[in-house]
């Protein structure tokens, strides 16, 4: 009986190597080939031999590609548009080939059985074409470490089975609003992306019953989406420009909804500012900032002056000992983990006399 299963095995082993792969993908597989330099690739095919011998290529029993995996191979090039021919496709993972370049082929619409499309640690980049929404069985969309910029399609909202979204280490700076139909979403990987300015406010609106992974750590927003009955295994915003108004209620609802939540660092608040007032003026600078339960924390040159509610800080009648850099640390007695740097305010004194100028009575409000 063993020898009679290892004659099977080694038939159908044979039979796959000799059957005739379908026309359309190998002509596709010889394109890409061609189009990314593959003599000089890592383990690079061997296109004499047949398509079920190359490595990461998965046929199915009709000889149809259904799996192109091309991981750490050196590829130097393009994708050719020929790679959307290959409509049986049900996964297409490039990673780990810094020297290929270019953009995603419109092609790729014609790949509607697709459902997981990686693309990482690549050179391919731009603007994510619009017809990777026709792909309606897309469960899982991975464009990582890469040079993709602008905003995802706008209609996104189509991909009604994606799960996975991971866009994180490029230069995305938009969102499309369609992504609140992304009612199967549970995975949202954001983060690295440094002119994210803004997310829809009803990101999470329709997946409200789902436990979500959602890290946007890095980017460039100030305000979060609105959050109803959303759960979270992690929610990761660190980085960004949010202050202690944005943070505060996520503290309660932290208790019940989010599992791993990081809120730290956050970008410093305000402006920086230079000014220039005279003796005698009255100084009044201001570290005001959203938040319930804040403490102000002023420093000048170093050194701390005052710590406690008042977010301003008041200077009556300047003279020379009041020049300096001041500076103010704002803590929140609930988001305990983070700290805010309000940017620096460097004041200078004149010391012209008032005999000189008639400035008595000013008093200088710095914002």
């Keep these: 009986m063993k020898n009679k ?73 393009v994708l050719p548009n020929e790679i959307g021919n290959i409509s049986e496709l049900r996964s297409l993972i490039i990673e780990y080939s810094t020297n290929l370049t270019g953009s995603i082929p419109t ?7 697709l459902g997981s499309l990686g693309i990482n640690q690549t050179s391919i980049g731009g603007i994510v074409p619009d017809e990777i929404c026709n792909l309606s069985y897309l469960y899982s969309l991975v464009l990582k470490k890469s ?115 990081n809120y730290w660092p956050q970008d410093s608040v305000l402006h920086e500012i230079d000014t220039t007032i005279h003796l005698g003026d009255t100084l009044v600078l201001e570290s005001l900032i959203g938040g319930q339960y804040n403490t102000y924390c002023w420093k000048k040159n170093g050194q701390v002056i005052y710590c406690g509610p008042n977010s301003q800080l008041v200077i009556e009648n300047a003279n020379q000992f009041d020049a300096g850099v001041y500076n103010c640390t704002i803590t929140n007695l609930r988001a305990t983990q983070l700290i805010l740097q309000r940017k620096r305010i460097r004041v200078r004194v004149d010391t012209t006399t008032y005999a000189q100028i008639d400035k008595k009575f000013d008093n200088i409000f710095i914002n």
Excluded at 107 to 113: A, M, Q, R, V
Excluded at 203 to 214: A, G, K, P, Q
Aim: with cysteine.
């Design 107 to 113: 092609s790729i619409g014609n790949l509607t059985k």
């Design 5 to 77: 299963l290892i004659i099977i095995v080694f038939a159908l082993h044979s039979f796959f190597c000799t059957a005739q792969v379908n026309t359309q993908d190998s002509l596709a597989l010889i394109a890409l080939y061609n189009s990314t330099d593959g003599a000089n690739w890592n383990n690079p095919w061997n296109i004499s031999q047949p398509v079920s011998t190359w490595q990461g290529v998965t046929l199915d029993t009709n000889f149809r590609v259904v799996r192109l995996e091309l991981n750490s191979r050196n590829l130097n090039g």
């Design 147 to 261: 040079m993709f910029y602008g905003s995802l399609p706008d209609s996104v909202g189509k991909l009604s089975q994606l799960g996975c979204l991971d866009i994180t280490y490029n230069n995305f700076t938009k969102l499309p609003s369609s992504m609140n139909l992304l009612n199967k979403l549970t995975t949202i990987e954001l983060s690295n992306n440094p002119n994210l300015d803004s997310l829809p406010n009803d990101l999470f609106i329709n997946n409200n019953e789902l436990f979500i992974w959602f890290t946007a750590l890095d980017c460039n927003f100030s305000v979060l989406p609105y959050m109803v009955n959303s759960y979270f295994h992690l929610f990761y915003i660190g980085g960004n420009r949010l202050t202690f108004e944005d943070i505060e209620p996520l503290i309660v609802y932290t208790n019940d909804s989010i599992y791993g939540f």
